[in-house]
T-cell receptor, first 112, second 115 residues
């Protein structure tokens, strides 16, 4: 089955700097890649997603890139703010399958 | 639209008791997923259900765990004879469409503590 690896497990950046979180997946049949943000004690919330027919997608300060050949996808957050502090999860879904497989999560801390 | 509703939000059980967690999907959603999150860990898929059908239970432990999504009423995740290792947050998610055509919307989770 699908396996998703996420790095780093923790990331600390200065406010205003950029943060990058990387994921790799194992099954080349995966074609949907969402990113979720989870604040302490809260539910995961979708912040951006990308499908395999595009290589990059942006939404204000957040962007996601996908390299299908290398089976990598990354989350980029620019101009980080304290409210960006949270745990971020990448995920992958295999076409035809019905479940999202999540990475292990990255705890992002924005230092003021 | 009230979103995905889970209850109870917090549940405390002693070893050997039963835990029942309920999930009402968003209005118009017919697909329900259950995930387990251990402290400081990621989300592990447990089971995917549609009304009256279990579609994929590959993540469910073989014993003590069961799930249902009846024609009427919420989806229920049932854990019999709980053990300390069952302590976790259990998240339910729903979607309108099959698989990768739609976003998964998560509930706030049910936090089970086994004493």
């Amino acid at each position: 089955g699908e396996n998703v690896e996420q790095h780093p497990s923790t990331l600390s950046v200065q406010e205003g700097d950029s943060a990058v979180i990387k994921c790799t997946y194992s099954d080349s049949a995966s074609n949907y890649f969402p990113w979720y943000k989870q604040e302490l004690g809260k539910r995961p919330q979708l912040i951006i997603d990308i499908r395999s027919n595009v290589g990059e997608k942006k939404d204000q300060r957040i962007a996601v890139t996908l390299n299908k050949t290398a089976k990598h996808f990354s989350l980029h957050i620019t101009e980080t703010q304290p409210e960006d502090s949270a745990v971020y999860f990448c995920a992958a879904m295999i076409q035809g399958a019905q479940k999202l497989v999540f990475g292990q999560g990255t705890r992002l801390t924005i230092n003021p | 639209n009230a979103g995905v509703m889970q209850n109870p939000r917090h549940l405390v059980r002693r070893r050997g008791q039963e835990a029942r967690l309920r999930c009402s999907p968003m209005k118009g959603h017919s697909h329900v997923y259950w995930y387990r999150q251990l402290p400081e860990e990621g989300l592990k898929f447990m089971v995917y259900l549609q009304k009256e059908n279990i579609i994929d239970e590959s993540g469910m432990p073989k014993e003590r765990f069961s799930a249902e999504f009846p024609k009427e009423g919420p989806s229920i995740l049932r854990i019999q004879q709980v053990v300390r290792g069952d302590s976790a947050a259990y998240f339910c998610a729903s979607s309108r469409d099959r698989g990768n055509t739609g976003e998964l919307f998560f509930g706030e989770g049910s936090r089970l503590t086994v004493l």
